[in-house]
Nanobody
Framework: QVQLVESGGGLVQAGGSLRLSCAASGRTFSVYAMGWFRQAPGKERESVAAIGWGSGTRYYTDSVKGRFTITRHEAKNTVYLQMNSLKPEDTAVYYC???????????????????WGQGTQVTVSS
């Protein structure tokens, strides 16, 4: 059992930055891959970034490469998404995800994700 709680969303101007946090509970946190999905109004949910349980594997969707960075702090049971150079098209609800297999949270819509957070709104104004 893993519970995920996101924070850090908000309103920011284009070109600005935000850092999302996802706090996880459960002893199995350290062996789960962690990631972030997002869903904008009228669009499919998409994988944004993921990080393996040992931080040795990282994934980013093409649209955020060079702008977003995913990290995890094992002692705090927390995963972060640092978002720089934000664009209006980044506006979405961002969901934290935990999965035993990183392949389930990379490059898809998240249909096989084991655990979800409740989501946090990110709005980027022009």
């Amino acid at each position: 059992q893993v519970q995920l709680v996101e924070s850090g969303g908000g309103l920011v101007q284009a070109g600005g930055s935000l850092r999302l946090s996802c706090a996880a509970s459960g002893r199995t946190f350290s062996v789960y891959a962690m990631g972030w999905f997002r869903q904008a109004p009228g669009k499919e949910r998409e994988s944004v970034a993921a990080i393996g349980w040992g931080s040795g594997t990282r994934y980013y969707t093409d649209s955020v490469k060079g702008r977003f960075t995913i990290t995890r702090h094992e002692a705090k049971n927390t995963v972060y998404l640092q978002m720089n150079s934000l664009k209006p098209e980044d506006t979405a609800v961002y969901y934290c995800a935990a999965d035993r297999a990183i392949g389930d949270i990379t490059g898809g819509t998240g249909g096989r994700v084991d655990y979800w957070g409740q989501g946090t709104q990110v709005t980027v104004s022009s």
